[in-house]
């Protein structure tokens, strides 16, 4: 496994680094924006995007608060293969791994909860997604998960600002 670097850097898996490749020829300044959420429960510095060049120069820093995903680079349609999953989980059990005073995890979406579960070791059978809802995980973390932040939950009504936030207020409260 890579050392943890920029995830640009990668080329693990072909089909993704090949889309990102292509973002990056066809939009130079592309990079992906935090969600305004994390600086509204004070986990982040800013509620302005990073900048193209943030693995250098960050304009928001965080607090309290990572961010990793199931699969480190941007996957076509945000859709990876299990394959790409499978690649990039030695990744986030070495994060994981690295973090020992982490107490909850915010998983977005079923693949975020599907691959931390996969970190562990553990079933999803015994510990199923649901919108805004908390598992314990063995070593006592706590296990929150949400529907995914992307344009189609939103779209859809699937996933609200108001039901998005309450995850966050369900964290911060847990940390209080």
């Known amino acids: ?22 973002i990056r020829r066809r939009d130079p300044d592309w990079h992906a924006l935090p969600d305004p959420a994390l600086h509204r429960f004070g986990y982040a510095s800013a509620a302005e995007p990073l900048g193209a060049d943030h693995w250098a120069n960050p304009v928001m820093h965080l607090s309290d608060c990572r961010i990793t995903n199931a699969v480190r680079c941007l996957p076509p349609a945000n859709k990876p293969t299990t ?44 510990y199923p997604f649901g919108h805004n809802v908390t598992h314990t995980l063995p070593d006592g973390r706590r296990l929150v998960a949400s529907y995914h932040c992307s344009g189609y939950n939103w779209r859809t009504g ?19």
Request: a positive charge.
């Open 1 to 22: 496994m890579p050392e943890f670097n920029d995830p640009q850097d990668c080329t693990a898996c072909p089909r993704l680094a090949e889309h990102l490749a292509n």
């Open 83 to 126: 394959d790409e999953i499978r690649q990039c989980n030695g990744h986030l059990k070495a994060e994981l791994a690295a973090m020992p005073n982490l107490r909850v995890i915010m998983v977005l979406g079923a693949i975020a909860h599907q691959s931390l579960l996969r970190a562990y070791g553990l079933k999803v059978k015994d």
């Open 158 to 176: 699937r996933l609200s600002r108001e039901s998005f936030e309450a995850v966050f207020a369900g964290v911060k409260a847990r940390l209080a």
